[in-house]
C-alpha cells in the first residue's frame, strides 16, 4: 500500500515522499519483538556488513576503527534502535559501547535523512531488517528439524509412493535423522 508524506528537506524545502509499505517505526509491535537484543542486533551487524562490505565482527568490541567500520556501527546501532525498537541503552551494551555514543550515532543518521537519496536508501535498509527480523522469528531451523522428523516417520510407516519415499529417504539419511526409540536402547 503506497503512503504519500511530506518532509522539510535541506534548505527548508518540502519533500515529497513516497513509501509502499509503513515504516518499521509505525508498526505496532517491533519485528523481532520475541528475539533476544543480542541477537537483533546480530543480525543488524549481518545486514549492514553484507550492503557496505565488511566483516560484522569488526563491528563490535572498543576500537572505533576506519571510518567505514565507524559509519557501519552506527547504521547497526540504528536498524537495532529503529526497527526493533530496542532501548539505546541495550544496543549500546551489545555494541560494547556507552549509550550516550549510540545516541550520538542515531543523531548523526537522523541529520543525514536531509538529503533523500540517503533517506531512501536508509528507509530501504530498515524495511530489509524488518524482513530480516520477521524471519527470524519464524524459527527456520526448528521447522527443519519438525520436517526431517515428519519425513522419517512417514517413511518409517510406509505412508509415501514410491519415487517420494526414495527422495524422502535421501533426504533422511543425508541429514542423518535417527529414530528416536532406537537411541534409548
Not at 556488513?49 to 540504528?78: M, T, V
Not at 530496542?86 to 550515532?105: G, I, K, L, Q, Y
Request: glycine fraction near 4%; aromatic fraction near 8%; include cysteine.
Amino acid at each position: 500500500m503506497a503512503e504519500m508524506a511530506l518532509r522539510v528537506g535541506h534548505g527548508g524545502r518540502a519533500i515529497a515522499e513516497t513509501r509502499f509499505a509503513p515504516s518499521p517505526a509505525k508498526l505496532s509491535v517491533y519485528p523481532g519483538a520475541t528475539l533476544d537484543t543480542r541477537y537483533v542486533c546480530r543480525l543488524a551487524r549481518y545486514c549492514v556488513a553484507e550492503i557496505l562490505e565488511c566483516d560484522p565482527l569488526l563491528l563490535i568490541g572498543e576500537a572505533r576503527g576506519p571510518r567505514k567500520l565507524a559509519f557501519a556501527r552506527q547504521l547497526a546501532i540504528h536498524l537495532a534502535h529503529i526497527v526493533a525498537g530496542r532501548r539505546h541503552e541495550d544496543v549500546a551494551a551489545a555494541f560494547d559501547r556507552n549509550r550516550s555514543t549510540a545516541s550520538h550515532h542515531f543523531e548523526v543518521l537522523e541529520n543525514l535523512r536531509d538529503v533523500p537519496e540517503f533517506d531512501s536508501f536508509l528507509t530501504m535498509l530498515e524495511q530489509r531488517f524488518a524482513h530480516m527480523l520477521r524471519y527470524a522469528e519464524t524459527r527456520p531451523s526448528q521447522a527443519w528439524g519438525a520436517a526431517l522428523e515428519a519425513m522419517a516417520r512417514a517413511v518409517r510407516r510406509g505412508q509415501l509412493e514410491a519415487e517420494t519415499h526414495f527422495d524422502a529417504k535421501f533426504v533422511t539419511d543425508t541429514f542423518r535423522v535417527r529414530d528416536k526409540r532406537r537411541r534409548s536402547r
